[in-house]
């Protein structure tokens, strides 16, 4: 299929359906980082954009590339059901929790214990590819919610801070993540 360059119905569908989805960015120098996601943590806002909140972890790369060059590819695969594999390009805008849009787009989600960005993406291409690489896999439940949710929900805003200043602060090549900038 040509890549076009906005979300459709069926697309919309096929993203909602998925339980886990991938991220990948890249700053001009350094290594390439490629991120699973999952949780309730993605929402399309139209054809041309969706956000997704980005909760607490052992790094912090994404945001780091980010603020290094705003490119963003998100990649979605079907592990049930007819093989598909669909590519989201674009550029992202990080949000914290202290910025004024912060707010207005948290409101999208459930709250998530541990959260510390939302990504904002402008797609300006979709690509579509077959999948039939891809295994097929079932669904077992949401690790987040077992594991990572309740370990960042025990934590109090100062238990919070520390984290992020010792795991979050600096990406693996050193770039900053501008998490507690102004």
């Given at each position: 299929?040509?890549?076009?360059?906005?979300?459709?119905?069926?697309?919309?569908d096929?993203?909602?359906?998925?339980?886990?989805?991938?991220?990948?960015t890249?700053?001009?120098?350094?290594?390439?980082?490629?991120?699973?996601k999952?949780?309730?943590?993605?929402?399309?806002?139209?054809?041309?954009?969706?956000?997704?909140?980005?909760?607490?972890?052992?790094?912090?790369?994404?945001?780091?590339?980010?603020k290094?060059?705003?490119?963003?590819?998100?990649?979605?695969?079907?592990?049930?059901?007819?093989?598909?594999?669909?590519?989201?390009?674009?550029?992202?805008?990080?949000?914290?929790?202290?910025?004024?849009?912060?707010?207005?787009?948290?409101?999208?989600?459930?709250?998530?214990?541990?959260?510390?960005?939302?990504?904002?993406?402008?797609?300006?291409?979709?690509?579509?590819?077959?999948?039939?690489?891809?295994?097929?896999?079932?669904?077992?439940?949401?690790?987040?919610?077992?594991?990572?949710?309740?370990?960042?929900d025990?934590?109090?805003?100062?238990?919070?801070?520390?984290?992020?200043?010792?795991?979050?602060?600096?990406?693996?090549?050193?770039?900053?993540?501008?998490?507690?900038?102004?």
């Open positions: 299929m040509a890549p076009g360059t906005k979300l459709n119905g069926t697309l919309r096929f993203i909602e359906q998925q339980q886990v989805f991938f991220v990948a890249a700053a001009e120098t350094g290594r390439v980082n490629l991120s699973p999952g949780a309730d943590s993605l929402r399309i806002l139209d054809d041309n954009r969706l956000i997704w909140i980005n909760l607490s972890g052992s790094g912090n790369e994404t945001a780091g590339h980010i290094q060059t705003n490119r963003m590819t998100l990649m979605f695969c079907a592990f049930e059901g007819p093989a598909r594999i669909l590519r989201l390009y674009g550029t992202a805008k990080v949000t914290h929790p202290r910025h004024d849009a912060w707010d207005e787009l948290a409101a999208h989600f459930p709250k998530l214990a541990g959260s510390r960005q939302i990504f904002d993406l402008a797609i300006d291409m979709v690509h579509v590819s077959c999948g039939s690489g891809v295994p097929y896999m079932d669904y077992k439940s949401d690790r987040s919610a077992e594991e990572m949710l309740p370990f960042f025990k934590m109090d805003d100062d238990g919070m801070e520390a984290f992020w200043r010792k795991k979050n602060t600096l990406t693996v090549d050193g770039f900053e993540t501008g998490l507690f900038e102004d």
